[in-house]
C-alpha cells in the first residue's frame, strides 16, 4: 500500500490527490500539519524527504518527494488511457504541465494575501525570520552536517526577499501577468473530457488545481477564456474533484480539523 503525506490545504498536495485518484491509485492518507506543528521540518520527515514539503509518496518499492514525480507516476499507471501516452500530443502536454510549474504558486498566493490583509506582513517578517535561524541552529548539531536545513533555511530568507523587496502590490501585478500569458497559451479546449482531446492528461491534473487556487484567492479573472472556463466547469463535476479534496475556497474547519488528525500521524522509517 502506498502512503501518501500531505496538507489538506496544500496546493502541491492536491496535484498528487488529483493525479493518484484520476489515475485510480490508492493510498493511505497521512495528513501533515504543515503551518502550525511544521510536521515537514521533523527529523524523521526530513529523512524521508530533504526538501521537507509535501507531498512524498512511499511504498515499498517507491519514494517519490515531489508532485511533478507523483504526476508522472500516475500517468505511468495510467499508460494509454491518458493522452500524454500520444506521441502526437506529448510536447504540447508537457510543455503546459512545465509552464505550470514554472509559476511560483506560493508567490502569488502569498502577494494576494498580503495585499489585501497588509497588516499581516510585520508577521510573516517575524516567522519566516525566526524558522530560518531555527533551522541554522538545528543545522549546527545536526548529525548528517545539516546540508537540507540550511538549505530549508535559505529558502525561507528567499521568501523573506520577495515579501521585503519588492512591494507585494507590484509582485502580485506580475503574477498576474504570469498567470494571465500562461492560461492565454493553453490551445484550444476541444468541447470534449480533457484539455487535449477525448481523455485527460497531466496538463488537465495541473490546470485544475491551478484554476482551484485562481478561485479560492478571488483571481479567476485572470482567466478570460470561454472555453478554458467551460472546460473548468465541466471539471467541476468529475466525482474525482470532490474525492481528491480540491479547495476552491478556504474552509476553515476543514483546516482546523486536518491539524487535529496530522496529530495522529507518525512517520516510521
Ligand atoms: N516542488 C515541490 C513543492 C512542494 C511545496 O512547496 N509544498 C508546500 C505546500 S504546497 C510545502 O510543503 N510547504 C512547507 C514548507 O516549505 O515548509 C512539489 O511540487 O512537490
Do not use: C
Not at 47 to 52: D, E, I, T
Not at 93 to 104: K, P
Amino acid at each position: 500500500m502506498l502512503e501518501l503525506f500531505h496538507a489538506a490545504p496544500s496546493y502541491y498536495s492536491m496535484v498528487a490527490r488529483l493525479a493518484l485518484v484520476e489515475a485510480g491509485v490508492s493510498w493511505t492518507s497521512r495528513l501533515l500539519d504543515i503551518h502550525l506543528a511544521k510536521q515537514q521540518l521533523s527529523d524523521a520527515y526530513r529523512q524521508l524527504n530533504p526538501q521537507m514539503t509535501v507531498p512524498t509518496l512511499r511504498g515499498p518499492d517507491l519514494l517519490l518527494t515531489d508532485s511533478s514525480a507523483i504526476l508522472d507516476f500516475a500517468a505511468g499507471q495510467v499508460g494509454p488511457g491518458w493522452l500524454d501516452a500520444d506521441p502526437q500530443l506529448a510536447p504540447a502536454i508537457q510543455s503546459a504541465v512545465a509552464g505550470h510549474y514554472a509559476i511560483s504558486i506560493e508567490t502569488l498566493t502569498f502577494s494576494k494575501l498580503l495585499v489585501s490583509r497588509s497588516w499581516m506582513q510585520p508577521m510573516v517578517v517575524r516567522v519566516l525570520g525566526s524558522l530560518s535561524r531555527s533551522l541554522e541552529a538545528r543545522a549546527a548539531t545536526a548529525r548528517d552536517g545539516g546540508a537540507s536545513l540550511l538549505a530549508k533555511a535559505q529558502q525561507n530568507r528567499d521568501r523573506l526577499a520577495v515579501f521585503t523587496t519588492v512591494a507585494p502590490a507590484q509582485t502580485l501585478v506580475q503574477m498576474r501577468q504570469q498567470v494571465s500569458a500562461y492560461l492565454t497559451a493553453l490551445p484550444p479546449v476541444p468541447e470534449q473530457a480533457g484539455l487535449f482531446g477525448d481523455r485527460l492528461s497531466r496538463a488537465d491534473i495541473v490546470v485544475a488545481v491551478l484554476l482551484g487556487r485562481l478561485t479560492m484567492a478571488g483571481e479567476l479573472d485572470l482567466l478570460q477564456r470561454n472555453d478554458l472556463l467551460q472546460w473548468w466547469a465541466r471539471f467541476q463535476q468529475r466525482p474525482t474533484f470532490q474525492a481528491a479534496d480540491i479547495w476552491t475556497r478556504f474552509q476553515g474547519r476543514r483546516f482546523v480539523g486536518a491539524l487535529l488528525e496530522a496529530r495522529q500521524t507518525t512517520i516510521s522509517s
